[in-house]
Each structure stands twice: as C-alpha cells, then as structure tokens.
C-alpha cells in the first residue's frame, strides 16, 4: 500500500520559539517591542503560536487581514499566481492592474489609479501629485506648495508621511522634515478657515483617525473642507489607509459625507495581507502625472494585484458589507453593556469593524492579559482598546470575543495612572507595556 505523505506540522516547539525570539533581540534593529509570542499560522479569524496556543483576533495585522487567515480563495490565487509570474515590470502590462484598477474607480468614485507597495508610499504619491497639479495650474508662478493636516493624525513613517503626522513622538526625532505643512485642530471648521488660502495645495485627513484613537472626521468638518479645496483647487485627499475598503460598512468611510474627496489613499487590507498600496484620484488631479513623473519598481505586480481583485471580488460575491454592519452593530450593543458595567470605559467610538473603546485608565494591561487569555487586540493613544477584526467574524466570534474581553476586564488588576482624553492628550508617552501601544505600528 502507498504510504501517504506525513502532514507537516506548523508548530515551530517551545525551544525553536525560544531562538526565535533570541535571534530578533541580537540581530534586528530596535523598532518594535514584542511580547515572547511567535505566531506561526492561522485559520480564519485565529492565530496559533509556537506552542500550538489559539488566539482570536481582533486586531487583524491592524486591519490588514481583512479575509482572515489562509482564505481559500486567496490562498488559490496565490498558489496560481507563483507558478505564473510573481513580478513583471512596471515597463509592461500585467492581466490584473487595469481589471483592478477599473474595480478599484467603480468603488470609490475615483477616476485612476497608482499602485504602490505601502500606505507611506501612497502618501508620498499623493503628496508629489497634489504639487504637481498645483504647479501646473499655476505654470510655476504662484507659491502653491502648502499643505494641510490634522491635529493627532498618522499618515505613515516615510519623511513626506511624518512631515504630515502631527504627535512629535514622531516627528521630532527626525527633523528637519518637508516644509510647508501646517496643522489644523481636529474637526475645528474655524481654524480650517483661518489657514486655507490659495497658497494651500493640499489637504490631507483621515477620514477616521486610526492611531489617534479612532476619531471620525464630522460632517460640518469635511463639508467645509470640501468646499474650501474647490474655492482655492486645491486637492483634498482622503486618507482611508485603516478605514477604507469596507471596514466601516461602507466602500469607503467619506461615502456617508456629502461630496467626494479628489485623491484617496488605501492599502493595508487590499491584498489580504500582501504588501498593496494605491493612490486613487479624480481625472483632472490624475492627469498632472505623465510617464517619468512617478514610478515604482515592485508596487502593483500581477501576483498582488490578482489576489486584491480576488479580495475586492469576495467582498461583493459574499456580501461582506452587510455583514461588517450587522457584526459591527452586535459589537456595539455588547461593548455598551460593558462600558455600563466598567466605570473605566470612557467612551465607545467608530462604527463598522473599526472600534475604539476610551479608557480613563492605560490600557497595555488589559492587552497583556487579553494575549495570555487567547484574545488579540491592541492599544493606541495611551488608553484607547482597538478593535479591527476580519470582515468575516460571525456572530459567534462577536459572542466569544465579548465574553473573553469582559473576563480581561474582571482580571486586570485596575493601573492606577489615569488618563485625559485621547484628541486633548497629544502624543503617548512609554510605558512597561510599550508593545501593545503604538510603538507596534
Ligand atoms: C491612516 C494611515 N495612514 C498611513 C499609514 C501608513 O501605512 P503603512 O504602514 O502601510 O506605510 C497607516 C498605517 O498604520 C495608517 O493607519
């Protein structure tokens, strides 16, 4: 009889997680504080670690993994695709950048698109391309190079992106960085008002601040936002980097405000997890660029780009916006009832599968214990819990996520720093618990 082939296991053993972690601590440089887990596959909306332990998570890569783990049909285009071409250059065609693209523009409104391989990355295209429409409006002459940002802002790590990210914890360590920028108060319509003038080129915003703790930009904020940048033709940019692509409910998050953005910026979930930026825009900002302008080597190869338009397809085929808005409305229901019974909840914000939940306490030990307990989410701001599960939890995976959170709840011991509210607060300080902070990101 033929012997079949022995399944290989996907556990690395306890000492091999151990060298692991010996090997990251003397040879990678010192970005990220983690916590002694290695994480060596995962299924669905769970993770497993070098011990065989399961984890359910809510944190999703930071809202990359928006298909969970080893989606079938990702996994099949994956597979097709490295045996065909994983890169062409950007000097040919490939099969998938135009059908992505033409996905990509029904979904946003957009009219074309750049392909990149980051969330920086885009931000800096769209940077370049909001001067270079200006300067071509204005044939050189007038000084429209400023460019406006908000208030507690991240737009990623790459100097143009931190010259618009507001906290210095960011910044400053790395000055001197792209003039011109200046920062507007969160949602201060007034201090828009007094800062935008003709000389302003761009404005960028998160349409749900991700880092800074999960603040939606309001109505009468991006109204007069949009109304200024068409008075001064200047490009207002939205950034739905963390936001966009599905995860509040919608396409994308500036769908439920009145008029469009001219460029948008994605990435994170757009491939499932493969490294996939884009800079989408209207036709008369898309049209500044011209061959030799802009480029990239890796960003939009056929190996990517199939498997986003395999991602964006599954989303429509398998109706996952209703079920993003149906699960988001249970996690809500359910933190509401927590937030009653924990009189450190502060407050509950964003909508869809990207949710906030405002301590008036630090939240890096209720991280820490949520790891040890098999439940994966994060900490941003200091004291804001973060919740960017896969489009695809089921009412079961909501039912066990709230049961584990409130038992991470009951078992923390209470920190005894209070905290002030996340947009007054500014930039984090460290703490014993830095990995489950921004120091992730
Ligand atoms: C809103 C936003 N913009 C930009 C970025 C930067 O993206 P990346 O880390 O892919 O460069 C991020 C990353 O967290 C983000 O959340």
């Given at each position: 009889m033929k012997k079949m082939p022995k399944k290989k296991s996907k556990k690395i053993g306890v000492g091999a997680g151990a060298s692991v972690v010996r090997d990251e601590a003397r040879?990678?440089?010192?970005t990220y504080k983690r916590p002694p887990v290695v994480f060596t596959h995962g299924k669905g909306c769970y993770l497993y670690d070098h011990r065989g332990k399961k984890y359910l998570d809510f944190l999703g890569g930071i809202a990359v993994n928006a298909l969970g783990y080893a989606h079938p049909r990702l996994v099949r285009v994956i597979r097709r695709e490295a045996t065909r071409a994983v890169h062409v250059s950007n000097l040919f065609h490939n099969p998938y950048q135009g059908p992505l693209a033409r996905k990509l523009a029904r979904w946003s409104g957009m009219e074309r698109v750049f392909f990149t391989n980051s969330g920086t990355e885009a931000i800096e295209g769209a940077l370049k391309l909001a001067r270079l429409y200006a300067r071509q409006k204005t044939q050189g002459a007038g000084d429209k190079t400023r460019i406006l940002a908000l208030e507690n802002s991240f737009h990623g790590r790459t100097f143009g992106a931190l010259a618009i990210t507001a906290p210095a914890k960011y910044r400053e360590p790395f000055a001197p960085l792209l003039p011109g920028v200046e920062f507007v108060r969160f949602n201060d319509t007034a201090d828009l008002e007094a800062k935008f003038?003709?000389?302003?080129?761009a404005l960028v915003l998160e349409t749900i601040q991700g880092e800074g703790g999960i603040f939606p930009v309001s109505e009468a904020f991006w109204r007069r936002a949009r109304e200024l940048a068409t008075q001064h033709d200047a490009a207002l940019i939205a950034d739905e980097i963390q936001c966009g692509l599905g995860r509040t409910g919608r396409y994308f998050a500036y769908q439920q405000l009145p008029g469009l953005p001219d460029i948008v910026v994605v990435a994170k979930p757009l491939a499932g997890g493969l490294p996939l930026g884009a800079i989408l825009a209207r036709e008369p900002f898309a049209a500044a660029f011209s061959p030799g302008l802009h480029g990239t080597t890796f960003g939009g190869g056929p190996l990517v780009c199939a498997t986003a338009l395999e991602f964006l397809t599954t989303v429509e085929e398998e109706n996952l916006l209703a079920n993003i808005r149906a699960r988001g409305a249970e996690l809500r229901a359910g933190l509401t009832k927590l937030a009653a019974k924990f009189d450190f909840i502060r407050e509950l914000r964003g909508e869809g599968l990207i949710l906030g939940l405002e301590l008036s306490v630090e939240g890096g030990p209720y991280v820490t214990e949520a790891l040890r307990q098999g439940l994966l989410i994060n900490c941003t701001h200091d004291s804001t819990l973060r919740f960017l599960p896969p489009f695809i939890i089921s009412a079961r995976h909501v039912n066990e996520f709230l049961h584990k959170l409130e038992s991470v709840f009951t078992k923390t011991r209470r920190p005894q720093k209070e905290t002030s509210p996340a947009q007054a607060s500014g930039a984090s300080s460290s703490s014993a618990h830095d990995f489950a902070l921004t120091a992730t990101r």
């Open positions: 040879f990678l440089m010192n003038d003709s000389t302003v080129c």
